[in-house]
Protein backbone atom coordinates (compact mmCIF):
# COMPACT_ATOMS: atom_id res chain seq x y z
CA UNK A 1 0.00 0.00 0.00
CA UNK A 2 1.18 3.15 -0.99
CA UNK A 3 1.83 5.79 2.00
CA UNK A 4 3.10 9.43 2.09
CA UNK A 5 3.49 10.91 5.11
CA UNK A 6 4.24 15.29 5.18
CA UNK A 7 5.80 16.50 7.95
CA UNK A 8 7.64 19.92 8.71
CA UNK A 9 4.49 22.45 8.89
CA UNK A 10 4.64 25.30 11.64
CA UNK A 11 4.32 28.75 12.11
CA UNK A 12 7.33 30.83 10.82
CA UNK A 13 8.07 34.75 10.23
CA UNK A 14 7.69 36.27 6.89
CA UNK A 15 11.01 36.25 5.52
CA UNK A 16 11.73 33.25 7.25
CA UNK A 17 12.40 29.29 6.10
CA UNK A 18 11.27 25.66 6.44
CA UNK A 19 11.69 22.46 5.37
CA UNK A 20 8.69 20.47 4.52
CA UNK A 21 9.53 16.29 4.32
CA UNK A 22 7.28 13.31 3.04
CA UNK A 23 8.56 9.96 3.64
CA UNK A 24 7.19 7.82 1.11
CA UNK A 25 6.66 3.87 1.29
CA UNK A 26 4.62 1.31 -0.66
CA UNK A 27 5.81 1.70 -4.07
CA UNK A 28 9.89 2.34 -5.85
CA UNK A 29 10.08 5.89 -4.76
CA UNK A 30 13.68 6.67 -7.14
CA UNK A 31 10.47 5.26 -10.40
CA UNK A 32 7.82 7.82 -9.97
CA UNK A 33 7.63 11.46 -10.24
CA UNK A 34 6.94 13.39 -6.95
CA UNK A 35 5.09 16.81 -6.63
CA UNK A 36 4.23 19.59 -3.69
CA UNK A 37 0.72 20.91 -4.18
CA UNK A 38 -0.74 23.79 -1.83
CA UNK A 39 -4.05 24.87 -0.13
CA UNK A 40 -4.36 27.65 1.43
CA UNK A 41 -7.51 27.93 3.57
CA UNK A 42 -10.48 28.12 2.07
CA UNK A 43 -9.17 27.75 -1.15
CA UNK A 44 -8.49 25.64 -4.23
CA UNK A 45 -5.79 23.55 -5.37
CA UNK A 46 -2.51 25.23 -6.49
CA UNK A 47 0.38 23.04 -7.91
CA UNK A 48 3.98 24.41 -6.67
CA UNK A 49 6.78 22.00 -7.55
CA UNK A 50 7.44 18.46 -9.41
CA UNK A 51 10.57 16.60 -10.01
CA UNK A 52 11.13 13.47 -11.97
CA UNK A 53 11.82 10.13 -10.39
CA UNK A 54 15.78 10.28 -11.47
CA UNK A 55 15.96 14.17 -9.79
CA UNK A 56 16.97 15.30 -12.96
CA UNK A 57 14.67 17.43 -13.63
CA UNK A 58 12.40 19.75 -11.44
CA UNK A 59 9.79 22.25 -11.87
CA UNK A 60 8.11 25.45 -10.26
CA UNK A 61 5.00 27.58 -10.38
CA UNK A 62 6.51 31.45 -10.82
CA UNK A 63 5.15 32.16 -7.48
CA UNK A 64 7.83 30.71 -5.92
CA UNK A 65 10.47 30.09 -8.32
CA UNK A 66 13.53 31.20 -6.56
CA UNK A 67 12.15 31.08 -3.07
CA UNK A 68 11.42 27.12 -2.99
CA UNK A 69 13.67 24.20 -4.02
CA UNK A 70 12.62 20.69 -4.49
CA UNK A 71 14.73 17.80 -4.07
CA UNK A 72 14.64 13.44 -3.07
CA UNK A 73 16.99 11.22 -1.61
CA UNK A 74 16.08 8.19 -3.07
CA UNK A 75 18.17 6.29 -0.35
CA UNK A 76 15.80 7.62 2.27
CA UNK A 77 12.76 7.32 0.24
CA UNK A 78 11.84 11.00 0.74
CA UNK A 79 10.70 14.05 -0.40
CA UNK A 80 11.82 17.66 0.68
CA UNK A 81 10.47 20.71 -0.27
CA UNK A 82 13.08 23.39 1.03
CA UNK A 83 11.48 26.92 1.25
CA UNK A 84 12.36 30.80 2.12
CA UNK A 85 11.66 34.32 1.94
CA UNK A 86 8.21 33.24 2.70
CA UNK A 87 5.28 35.31 2.65
CA UNK A 88 2.18 35.45 4.37
CA UNK A 89 0.90 34.04 0.62
CA UNK A 90 2.30 31.21 1.56
CA UNK A 91 0.41 30.14 4.42
CA UNK A 92 -1.32 27.19 3.10
CA UNK A 93 -1.78 23.38 3.80
CA UNK A 94 1.28 21.69 1.16
CA UNK A 95 0.52 18.03 -0.06
CA UNK A 96 2.88 15.78 -1.34
CA UNK A 97 1.62 13.80 -4.17
CA UNK A 98 3.00 10.42 -6.04
CA UNK A 99 2.80 10.59 -9.93
CA UNK A 100 0.03 8.27 -11.78
CA UNK A 101 1.74 5.33 -13.62
CA UNK A 102 0.19 7.41 -16.67
CA UNK A 103 1.74 10.58 -16.35
CA UNK A 104 4.21 12.62 -14.26
CA UNK A 105 1.55 15.15 -13.73
CA UNK A 106 -1.22 13.47 -12.32
CA UNK A 107 -1.36 12.01 -8.70
CA UNK A 108 -2.90 8.53 -7.65
CA UNK A 109 -1.58 9.44 -3.94
CA UNK A 110 -1.70 12.13 -1.48
CA UNK A 111 -0.10 12.92 1.82
CA UNK A 112 -2.35 13.59 4.80
CA UNK A 113 -0.99 17.44 4.48
CA UNK A 114 1.11 19.93 6.64
CA UNK A 115 0.02 23.24 7.72
CA UNK A 116 2.85 26.30 6.92
CA UNK A 117 1.72 29.34 8.69
CA UNK A 118 3.12 32.57 7.60
CA UNK A 119 2.81 35.32 10.13
CA UNK A 120 4.61 37.50 12.84
CA UNK B 1 -0.84 29.56 -18.59
CA UNK B 2 -3.62 27.70 -18.61
CA UNK B 3 -6.69 28.72 -17.05
CA UNK B 4 -9.37 25.88 -15.65
CA UNK B 5 -12.88 27.26 -15.38
CA UNK B 6 -15.25 24.84 -13.16
CA UNK B 7 -18.88 25.50 -13.18
CA UNK B 8 -20.97 25.73 -11.16
CA UNK B 9 -19.20 26.92 -8.01
CA UNK B 10 -21.91 25.39 -5.72
CA UNK B 11 -24.25 22.78 -6.49
CA UNK B 12 -27.04 21.45 -4.44
CA UNK B 13 -28.10 18.13 -4.77
CA UNK B 14 -30.39 15.02 -3.30
CA UNK B 15 -29.13 11.72 -3.28
CA UNK B 16 -30.10 10.04 -5.78
CA UNK B 17 -29.68 13.06 -8.82
CA UNK B 18 -28.17 13.00 -11.24
CA UNK B 19 -25.58 15.42 -11.38
CA UNK B 20 -23.37 16.88 -14.12
CA UNK B 21 -19.96 19.36 -13.84
CA UNK B 22 -18.38 21.29 -16.47
CA UNK B 23 -14.62 22.20 -16.81
CA UNK B 24 -13.00 24.68 -19.32
CA UNK B 25 -10.04 25.26 -20.22
CA UNK B 26 -8.72 28.14 -22.04
CA UNK B 27 -6.81 26.67 -24.67
CA UNK B 28 -7.26 22.96 -26.15
CA UNK B 29 -5.92 20.53 -23.53
CA UNK B 30 -6.49 17.43 -25.78
CA UNK B 31 -7.72 14.89 -23.53
CA UNK B 32 -5.20 15.89 -20.36
CA UNK B 33 -7.77 16.33 -17.76
CA UNK B 34 -8.49 14.64 -14.77
CA UNK B 35 -11.07 14.94 -11.69
CA UNK B 36 -10.38 14.86 -7.86
CA UNK B 37 -12.66 14.80 -5.23
CA UNK B 38 -11.99 16.39 -1.49
CA UNK B 39 -13.60 16.42 1.48
CA UNK B 40 -13.42 18.67 4.03
CA UNK B 41 -9.77 18.35 6.00
CA UNK B 42 -8.62 15.30 3.65
CA UNK B 43 -6.45 15.04 0.55
CA UNK B 44 -7.72 14.98 -2.73
CA UNK B 45 -8.50 11.65 -4.42
CA UNK B 46 -8.19 11.13 -8.23
CA UNK B 47 -11.37 9.77 -9.93
CA UNK B 48 -10.70 9.93 -13.43
CA UNK B 49 -7.76 10.53 -15.83
CA UNK B 50 -7.14 11.04 -19.36
CA UNK B 51 -11.26 12.77 -19.62
CA UNK B 52 -12.98 9.56 -19.44
CA UNK B 53 -10.97 6.97 -17.66
CA UNK B 54 -11.78 5.55 -14.40
CA UNK B 55 -9.13 5.85 -11.71
CA UNK B 56 -9.21 1.63 -10.09
CA UNK B 57 -11.81 1.36 -7.76
CA UNK B 58 -13.57 4.68 -8.09
CA UNK B 59 -17.27 3.14 -8.01
CA UNK B 60 -18.61 3.54 -11.99
CA UNK B 61 -21.61 5.96 -11.25
CA UNK B 62 -18.94 8.30 -11.93
CA UNK B 63 -18.13 9.27 -15.31
CA UNK B 64 -16.00 11.79 -16.97
CA UNK B 65 -16.48 13.35 -20.84
CA UNK B 66 -14.83 15.67 -23.12
CA UNK B 67 -11.75 17.02 -25.34
CA UNK B 68 -10.37 20.02 -26.54
CA UNK B 69 -11.44 22.92 -24.04
CA UNK B 70 -14.74 21.34 -22.48
CA UNK B 71 -14.95 18.61 -20.24
CA UNK B 72 -17.81 17.14 -17.90
CA UNK B 73 -18.06 14.99 -14.52
CA UNK B 74 -20.74 13.33 -13.96
CA UNK B 75 -22.31 11.00 -11.06
CA UNK B 76 -25.05 9.14 -12.01
CA UNK B 77 -26.62 8.61 -8.74
CA UNK B 78 -25.71 10.82 -6.04
CA UNK B 79 -24.72 9.03 -2.66
CA UNK B 80 -24.30 10.47 0.79
CA UNK B 81 -20.22 9.89 0.62
CA UNK B 82 -20.11 11.76 -2.89
CA UNK B 83 -21.20 15.38 -0.93
CA UNK B 84 -17.55 16.82 -1.15
CA UNK B 85 -15.83 19.36 -3.49
CA UNK B 86 -14.76 18.27 -6.97
CA UNK B 87 -11.55 19.99 -8.86
CA UNK B 88 -10.65 19.40 -12.15
CA UNK B 89 -6.82 19.60 -13.41
CA UNK B 90 -5.06 19.88 -16.81
CA UNK B 91 -1.90 18.07 -17.02
CA UNK B 92 -1.41 18.85 -20.73
CA UNK B 93 1.19 21.20 -20.10
CA UNK B 94 2.81 21.83 -16.54
CA UNK B 95 4.27 25.26 -17.44
CA UNK B 96 2.28 25.57 -15.27
CA UNK B 97 -0.20 22.70 -14.08
CA UNK B 98 -3.56 24.09 -13.51
CA UNK B 99 -6.20 23.46 -11.33
CA UNK B 100 -10.26 24.53 -11.58
CA UNK B 101 -11.76 26.56 -8.88
CA UNK B 102 -13.51 23.52 -7.25
CA UNK B 103 -16.96 22.88 -7.37
CA UNK B 104 -18.86 22.35 -3.95
CA UNK B 105 -21.91 19.12 -4.20
CA UNK B 106 -24.08 19.95 -0.94
CA UNK B 107 -27.43 18.24 0.47
Known amino acids: EVQLLDSGGGLVQPGGSLRLSCAAS????????MSWVRQAPGKGLEWVSSISGSGDSTYYADSVKGRFTISGDNSKNTLYLQMSSLRAEDTAVYYC?????????????WGQGTLVTVSS | DIQMTQSPSTLSASVGDRVTITCRAT??????LAWYQQKPGKAPKLLIY???SLESGVPSRFSGSGSGTEFTLTISSLQPDDFATYYC??????????FGGGTKVEI
Open chain 1, 26 to 33: GFTFRSYA
Open chain 1, 97 to 109: AKSHASSGFLYDS
Open chain 2, 27 to 32: QSINNW
Open chain 2, 89 to 98: QQYNSYSPLT
Open chain 2, 50 to 52: KAS
